[in-house]
């Protein structure tokens, strides 16, 4: 059974960092794209940055300055690193696994079941 379970998350004044963490069991999680996304209240659920097989990585523009995105492929493990934290980062940050169809699966796609971020003084 495919599981993607973060923790990490907490309360936090402005300014300060947490640093989230995904455990995924996956099989062959190597060969999966591993995303971050949150959810604030009344909000649609966005990107905040996804990590590549290949270790790049990609951020979005509010990110990008502030957070990094790491993966351990023996521990099976995704991290979200964040700094700065401002109250807008206040949502619920999941983890997501995905991995393109082959000609011998279909394309397959996992969530986690999210960890609350609070900043908030």
């Known amino acids: 059974q495919v599981q993607l379970v973060e923790s990490g998350g907490g309360l936090v004044q402005p300014g300060g960092s947490l640093n989230l963490s995904c455990l995924a069991a996956l099989n062959q999680f190597p060969a999966f794209k591993m995303g971050w996304y949150r959810q604030a209240p009344g909000k649609e659920r966005e990107l905040v940055g996804q990590i590549f097989p290949s270790a790049i990585v990609e951020l979005v523009d509010f990110a990008k300055d502030r957070w990094t995105i790491s993966r351990d492929n023996k521990k099976d493990t995704v991290y979200l690193q964040m700094h700065n934290l401002k109250p807008e980062d206040t949502a619920v940050y999941y983890c997501?696994?995905?991995?393109?169809?082959?000609?011998?699966?279909?394309?397959?796609?996992?969530w986690g079941q999210g960890t609350q971020v609070t900043v908030s003084s």
């Open positions: 997501n696994a995905q991995r393109s169809a082959s000609p011998f699966r279909p394309a397959s796609q996992y």
